[in-house]
């Protein structure tokens, strides 16, 4: 049996041809209906192209790439107990306007200059020994960059 079939109104010399798809299965008694369901996946999922569904612990989806944020330099460089207070600027790449300068591990009041420098105040009445302080920057999200080493001298003996 044909699925097509020619239709009375053709054009001179032409003769159409007339989908009779459906008519030809409705019209036919031994034929149930056609119903293709569609499966959506579940709210927070979607189907890549392998047709598996994530979350899927075999399949699982690529977790972003977080890249710490690099200090290259300090300035000053280093302090001597005694000198005044300064702001202290952070210079590297990678940093974030909700980026935290940390003192030994301890926060610190940051302010964002760019994607490229960070700055703190340091006050230096709150320093009374000399010692060697690691300085990092810890984003809102991920790992914290490696520590620099700030010096703060001794103060020089009095004559």
């Keep these: 049996m044909s699925l097509f079939r020619r239709t009375k109104h053709a054009e001179p010399g032409v003769a159409p041809l007339e989908d009779t798809t459906t008519q030809a299965r409705d019209s036919d008694p031994r034929r149930a209906p056609i119903h293709m369901p569609i499966a959506l996946p579940p709210p927070g999922?979607?189907?890549?192209?392998?047709?598996?569904?994530?979350?899927?612990?075999?399949?699982?989806?690529?977790?972003?790439?977080?890249?710490?944020?690099?200090i290259v330099s300090l300035n000053p460089t280093t302090a001597t107990v005694?000198?005044?207070?300064?702001?202290?600027?952070?210079?590297?790449?990678?940093?974030?306007?909700?980026?935290?300068?940390?003192?030994?591990?301890?926060?610190?009041?940051?302010?964002?200059?760019?994607?490229?420098?960070?700055?703190?105040?340091?006050?230096?009445?709150?320093?009374?020994?000399?010692?060697?302080?690691m300085i990092a920057v810890q984003p809102a999200i991920g790992p914290p960059s490696a520590p620099v080493e700030f010096v703060i001298h001794d103060a020089p003996p009095a004559p």
């Design 82 to 133: 005694g000198d005044p207070d300064f702001t202290l600027h952070v210079l590297g790449t990678g940093f974030k306007a909700d980026d935290v300068l940390m003192w030994n591990g301890a926060p610190e009041a940051t302010t964002f200059v760019s994607d490229t420098e960070l700055t703190t105040g340091v006050t230096m009445s709150l320093v009374s020994v000399g010692s060697v302080c």
């Design 45 to 70: 999922q979607f189907y890549p192209t392998d047709g598996i569904p994530y979350p899927n612990p075999d399949n699982p989806p690529t977790p972003p790439v977080v890249v710490p944020p690099v």
